[in-house]
T-cell receptor, first 115, second 114 residues
Framework: AQTVTQSQPEMSVQEAETVTLSCTYDTSESDYYLFWYKQPPSRQMILVIR??????QNATENRFSVNFQKAAKSFSLKISDSQLGDAAMYFCAYRSGGGSEKLVFGKGTKLTVNP | ETGVTQTPRHLVMGMTNKKSLKCEQHLGHNAMYWYKQSAKKPLELMFV???????ENNSVPSRFSPECPNSSHLFLHLHTLQPEDSALYLC?????????????FGQGTRLTVV
């Protein structure tokens, strides 16, 4: 079974600085998808960024980018120019590409942004 | 707003009550999910439906009973719950296959069992 590990329960960053959140996963599959979700205090889980395992290029979405290391099974999220609105819980998630609908989540990292 | 709507947002119920949570999506997705989110625990997948058929039941106690009458609606019927069932219950939907495969979540129902 696939597992997702986020080793940082909490992180903090100064406004306008850069922070990296870690995620590792365990799988024997070669075809899969990885996601970072953000859950602000409003509770709604919002997709931040996605990465297809078959793509070598790291995904980027504005200030958000990932460092995808397939061999190391690592999928970290970098937030540049952090803003107060980035404060939230961040969850890393895995989905098999083999047709399974199951989405496996890590425990999450609570990000605090200090003004 | 992600296109997935959950009602009610908050629910307080006694252990002998029967209540239902509702989830609705109009994104054209075929897969729908129930997740349980408790404090200091990873999100726990409870049920998955694909084209109205249940494809995953993650050893959920029978006091939780899902129902998926069509691909747009998902219910979670609750009866004789325990205080430890208090949690945030999240509904999500996604494409069954193809891209994109990410799940879209509702805002959740905060359930308190007293």
């Amino acid at each position: 079974a696939q597992t997702v590990t986020q080793s940082q329960p909490e992180m903090s960053v100064q406004e306008a600085e850069t922070v990296t959140l870690s995620c590792t996963y365990d799988t024997s599959e070669s075809d899969y998808y990885l996601f970072w979700y953000k859950q602000p205090p409003s509770r709604q889980m919002i997709l931040v960024i996605r990465q297809e395992a078959y793509k070598q290029q790291n995904a980027t979405e504005n200030r958000f980018s990932v460092n995808f290391q397939k061999a190391a099974k690592s999928f970290s999220l970098k937030i540049s120019d952090s803003q107060l609105g980035d404060a939230a819980m961040y969850f890393c998630a895995y989905r098999s590409g083999g047709g399974s609908e199951k989405l496996v989540f890590g425990k999450g990292t609570k990000l605090t942004v200090n003004p | 707003e992600t296109g997935v709507t959950q009602t009610p947002r908050h629910l307080v119920m006694g252990m002998t009550n029967k209540k239902s949570l509702k989830c609705e999506q109009h994104l054209g997705h075929n897969a729908m999910y129930w997740y349980k989110q408790s404090a200091k625990k990873p999100l726990e997948l409870m049920f998955v439906y694909n084209f109205k058929e249940q494809t995953e039941n993650n050893s959920v106690p029978s006091r939780f009973s899902p129902e998926c009458p069509n691909s747009s609606h998902l219910f979670l019927h609750l009866h004789t719950l325990q205080p430890e069932d208090s949690a945030l219950y999240l509904c999500a939907s996604s494409q069954e296959k193809g891209t994109p495969l990410e799940a879209f979540f509702g805002q959740g129902t905060r359930l308190t069992v007293v």
